[in-house]
């Protein structure tokens, strides 16, 4: 049974901050690693993947792999009220479209 | 990103109706879509896969003759929901994965079973 672990929060950072949200697996096989944001109220929205270890940048948004520790995290820096969401981690294993998700954890940044 | 469709957005129907939701993608192929079904305040939970020209997959639980899945295209799968009760009421996600295995998700139908 695949298990995607995630603090559920809030978790609740100062605008300006630096948010880190943080998920481990625990398949060792897992193999492709997204994180989403989700809105109350709407679907999820895809904010990164990442597939090989280390960090992956993208705007604001720095995913970081660790294979070794199977550790995924999503960096937000200079957070922003508009930032205040549930993030999703979901991961694939080889071979398979199919996703696992992690609870989420719920992100609040305060004005 | 790539772009999914949901349709209708918002469904109320009478206990005892059949309910069908849309889920395309508009600007890619997908040859596999997913369904979920999301509860206030829990997580996503997969309800099925989708696969065009196949049967799909159901999720232990989930029951394959009252939640009718038809993926008859590359763009297009439906989901039926048949003889909906008051505990169907939930927010209804498809996705679809795009070439580089990428899940996109469409906006969601609420669906409310009076």
């Known amino acids: 049974q695949k298990e995607v672990e995630q603090n559920s929060g809030p978790l609740s950072v100062p605008e300006g901050a630096i948010a880190s949200l943080n998920c481990t697996y625990s398949d060792r096989g897992s193999q492709s690693f997204f994180w989403y944001r989700q809105y109350s109220g709407k679907s999820p929205e895809l904010i990164m993947s990442i597939y090989s270890n280390g960090d992956k940048e993208d705007g604001r948004f720095t995913a970081q792999l660790n294979k070794a520790s199977q550790y995924v995290s999503l960096l937000i820096r200079d957070s922003q009220p508009s930032d205040s969401a549930t993030y999703l981690c979901?991961?694939?294993?080889?071979?398979?479209?199919?996703?696992?998700f992690g609870k989420g954890t719920k992100l609040s940044v305060i004005p | 990103g790539a772009v999914v469709s949901q349709h209708p957005s918002w469904v109320i129907c009478k206990s005892g109706t059949s309910v069908k939701i849309e889920c395309r993608s508009l600007d890619f192929q997908a040859t596999t879509m997913f369904w979920y079904r999301q509860f206030p305040k829990q997580s996503l939970m997969l309800m099925a896969t989708?696969?065009?020209?196949?049967?799909?997959?159901?999720e232990q639980g989930v029951e394959k003759d009252k939640f009718l899945i038809n993926h008859a295209s590359l763009t297009l799968s439906t989901l039926t929901v048949t003889s909906a009760h008051p505990e169907d009421s939930s927010f209804y996600i498809c996705s679809a994965n795009d070439s580089q295995e990428t899940q996109y998700f469409g906006p969601g139908t609420r669906l409310l079973v009076l």
């Open positions: 989708s696969n065009e020209g196949s049967k799909a997959t159901y």
């Open positions: 979901a991961i694939s294993g080889a071979g398979s479209y199919q996703l696992t």
